[in-house]
Nanobody, 120 residues
């Protein structure tokens, strides 16, 4: 199983980015996004169940980020709006066979990270 993340970049505060993750398989219960800033531990950002709901968000991104998926394309996305400098991190997509997983250690499959930098 392979996951391929894309869509990172440099954006000004208040701007938007859309991250994409292409999966080689659809045999997952939950798909999620995590991020890791320099000097900090990896943290959960958002997750979505295979059927499209429920969706889970970290408190720090709720209301600004939206996770979605396209089953026909074996892909899922993270739309990030109103970006803040503290959102700067390497974002990684991941997939789990565990339903409703939000902890990183419950995700068996990981894509490579994509850098998101929010700076003026």
């Amino acid at each position: 199983v392979q996951l391929q993340a894309s869509g990172g970049g440099l954006v000004q505060p208040g701007g938007s980015l859309r991250l994409s993750c292409a999966a080689s398989s659809r045999a997952f219960s939950t798909q999620g996004w995590f991020r890791q800033a320099p000097g900090k531990e990896r943290e959960f950002v958002a997750a979505i169940a295979w059927r499209g709901s429920p969706r889970y968000y970290a408190n720090s991104v709720r209301g600004r980020f939206t996770i979605s998926r396209a089953n026909a394309e074996n892909a899922f996305y993270l739309q990030m709006n109103s970006l803040k400098p503290e959102d700067t991190a390497v974002y990684s997509c991941a997939a789990s066979t565990v339903p409703y997983a939000q902890e990183g250690n419950k995700y068996e499959y990981w894509g490579q990270g994509t850098q998101v930098t929010v700076s003026s």
